[in-house]
């Protein structure tokens, strides 16, 4: 089975920063890599599909990229409302499986 | 509008056993396939299950398989997970999601979420 590690597991950040997470697969999953935010007791929202595919809506500070089997999620410019908890989550075979989640809070 | 609604989580008691629903709408229910996704309290996100659209193919992880059931009926927009021998760690909020496209493994409309709590 293809398990999945995030780092850092949490980050303090300041509005306007740059938050970079990292998400690493134990195989290669190609593209089939997605992104979603969670504020507490909320359903996840979906923000990057296919690795760096911006759902509609989602604003462009977010952005997905890949290499080889490491995945990262960028915000350029992180704003008040993307405190959250941030899932990367492998679709690229059964079992599917989420990320342990990066906890972006306030520094 | 897409709108997913889980319904009947509740209390029960270890070795028991509960019904999820989710009803769907605002979209071809019958041309997506469909996902649970549990989340035990204060943890992360588990993927627990997947169902085809047609119902034909379904997937299990590891911690669930033998004793939860996922199915639908597509002619009333729903999506079910059978739930027996039900165990304390079992313990979370439950959510359906729909998957983003009819090819796609990423999921964009998800359900409000039930709570599930597996106590004596």
């Known amino acids: 089975d293809i398990q999945m590690t995030q780092s850092p597991s949490s980050v303090s950040a300041s509005v306007g920063d740059r938050v970079t997470i990292t998400c690493r697969a134990t195989q290669a999953i190609s593209s089939w890599l997605a992104w979603y935010q969670q504020k507490p007791g909320k359903a996840p929202k979906l923000l990057i599909s296919?690795?760096?595919s911006l759902q509609s809506g989602v604003p462009s500070r977010f952005s997905g990229s890949a290499s080889g089997t490491d995945f990262t999620l960028t915000i350029s410019s992180l704003q008040p409302e993307d405190f959250a908890t941030y899932y990367c989550q492998q679709g690229n075979s059964f079992p599917f499986a989420f990320g342990p989640g990066t906890k972006v809070d306030v520094k | 509008e897409v709108q997913l609604l889980e319904s009947g989580g509740g209390l029960v008691q270890p070795g028991g056993s509960l019904r999820l629903s989710c009803a769907a709408s605002g979209f071809t229910f019958s041309t997506y396939a469909m996902t649970w996704v549990r989340q035990a309290p204060g943890k992360g996100l588990e993927w627990v299950s997947t169902?085809?659209?047609?119902?034909?193919?379904?997937y299990y992880a590891d911690s669930v398989k033998g004793h939860f059931t996922v199915s639908r009926d597509n002619s009333k927009n729903t999506l079910y997970l059978q739930m027996n021998s039900l165990r304390a760690e079992d313990t979370a909020i439950y959510f359906c999601?729909?998957?983003?496209?009819?090819?796609?493994?990423?999921?964009?409309?998800w359900g409000q979420g039930t709570l599930v709590t597996v106590s004596s």
């Open positions: 999601a729909k998957a983003y496209t009819t090819s796609s493994r990423a999921f964009d409309y």
């Open positions: 169902i085809s659209t047609s119902g034909s193919t379904t």
């Open positions: 296919a690795a760096s």
